[in-house]
Structures are given as structure tokens and as C-alpha cells.
């Protein structure tokens, strides 16, 4: 009987302290809480404990009907850039493969107000076979934009805001980097070289982060972290087509969304 006892006993007590093991890795910033006070609100410890619902909102961009012919540029007044295409250089708006089109950007509208933090990782702007890569890129306000020139030649940087700070910079050398940054958010706006004027790119100044850019299929992906479900608006924008809008109803942190652009 002694001996069945000191075994009730330490069974007791093992699965005493694995309770407390558990509990601690459910509430780890905040102190203990009693035992029978744990043991009265199991629901309240298992809602603690669930993740956060994450997801995206995906899909595809289309074009149908008939898309202009692609224009050839004129990139004969610098030797660097002629020696990089010697096939010559040219430019087409609406392109995409499998009548997916790209370069549209993608953003959510009517998402909670509230202040968004910009990511620590800055937006990669290169200026790299005499064009701009990526040709249509978004940002968060006062995300920094590291803007890169991988040629051997001179170009700058100048984009031309409606609502931001103008700037103009010149980057005469391969490999030369600076970091800018955009305040306040604002609508598709060019960027520019004027040594070389077939390039440019668009950018776009977002307050939150729901927003993306379809890729040569046509595809998006928009992360939906600490997005509520509900119904959402979409905007959709391209450099030559303009402006489409439709809604998503995000369910479970996910939803698909296809949208057709025509000419």
C-alpha cells in the first residue's frame, strides 16, 4: 500500500509540472496564471494558443483582343548600350505569356485603416541593359528603394512625382548604389533616365501592404497577414490600359480573384 501511494504521489507530480510546461509555452510574456484558474477557462487558453489565419489573395491577369506591335527604340546614342543589344532594343506594353499580361499592379482597397509598418527589406531598382528592371514596382511609405546601375555607362535617376520629392541623380559608374525613399503615398508615377530617354519605369507609394505585381503570365499573389476577412475592393492598373475594378470576398485569409483587360 506504501508503495502504491508514493507511486500515486509521483505520478502526481510529473504530471503537475508537464501542465506547467505547457502553460508556459502558451503565455510566455505574461506571469503564471493559477492552476484552477487555467483550469476554468480551457477555451479561453486554446483561443491563446491558435495562429493567426495568413493567406493570399492569387490569381491571374488576361488580355484578349489585339495587342499593338512592339516599337522599336532608338538606343544608337550610346555604344555600351548598342553593344549590349546588338539585335536592337524594343518595347512592348502589352506582353505576357499565355495571354496572362504583366506589369499590372495588383493592390486591395478599402483594407482597415490604421499604420502600417514598411518593411526593413528595401525595393531593388536596377538599371541593367540599358532599362529599368523591374519596369513597374510598389513600395510602402518610407520603404527604402535600393536603386542600382549594372551598366558601364551613365545613367540617372529621376523620377517625376505628383505628390513626392522630385529627385534627379546621376550614376556614372557599374555598380554604383544609393538608397531613396518616397513619404507619402501616390498613384503610378514615371521614373526616367535622360541620358537614355526609351528608359522608364512606374512606381507606385502604398500606405499598407496589400498589393503586388502580376508576373510574365499574368499571375498575383497578395499576402494577406493580419488582413480580417470581409469583402475587399481590387484595383488593377496598367501603364497603357488603365484602370480595372472588381471585389474579393478574403475568407479564411485566402481568396482568387481573375480579372481581363481588353483593347
Request: charge should be negative; include cysteine.
Amino acid at each position: 500500500m506504501i508503495r502504491q501511494s508514493v507511486l500515486a504521489i509521483s505520478f502526481a507530480t510529473i504530471l503537475a509540472c508537464s501542465e506547467s510546461s505547457a502553460a508556459d509555452t502558451t503565455a510566455v510574456a505574461a506571469p503564471a496564471a493559477p492552476k484552477a484558474a487555467a483550469m476554468e477557462t480551457p477555451a479561453a487558453a486554446a483561443a491563446v494558443a491558435k495562429p493567426a489565419v495568413a493567406g493570399r489573395v492569387s490569381g491571374t491577369i488576361k488580355f484578349t483582343g489585339e495587342a499593338p506591335a512592339a516599337e522599336a527604340l532608338d538606343i544608337a546614342s550610346d555604344p555600351v548600350c548598342t553593344g549590349l543589344h546588338p539585335s536592337g532594343l524594343s518595347r512592348q506594353l502589352i506582353h505576357g505569356e499565355g495571354g496572362g499580361l504583366a506589369d499590372v499592379f495588383v493592390q486591395l482597397t478599402g483594407v482597415p485603416d490604421g499604420k502600417y509598418e514598411a518593411p526593413s527589406t528595401p525595393v531593388v531598382l536596377d538599371q541593367v541593359g540599358c532599362t529599368y528592371v523591374p519596369h513597374v514596382f510598389g513600395v510602402m511609405e518610407k520603404q527604402d528603394i535600393k536603386i542600382v546601375n549594372s551598366d558601364d555607362t551613365l545613367h540617372n535617376i529621376h523620377p517625376t512625382p505628383a505628390v513626392n520629392r522630385e529627385f534627379n541623380v546621376g550614376m556614372p559608374t557599374k555598380g554604383m548604389e544609393i538608397t531613396k525613399s518616397f513619404k507619402k503615398a501616390e498613384d503610378a508615377f514615371p521614373i526616367k533616365c535622360d541620358v537614355h530617354t526609351w528608359m522608364k519605369a512606374w512606381c507606385v507609394v502604398m500606405e499598407h501592404p496589400y498589393f503586388a505585381v502580376s508576373d510574365a503570365h499574368g499571375a498575383f499573389a497578395i499576402d494577406t497577414a493580419n488582413l480580417p476577412d470581409g469583402e475587399y475592393g481590387v484595383k488593377a492598373w496598367h501603364e497603357s490600359l488603365g484602370v480595372k475594378e472588381g471585389k474579393v470576398k478574403v475568407e479564411g485569409g485566402a481568396a482568387t480573384f481573375d480579372l481581363t483587360f481588353a483593347k
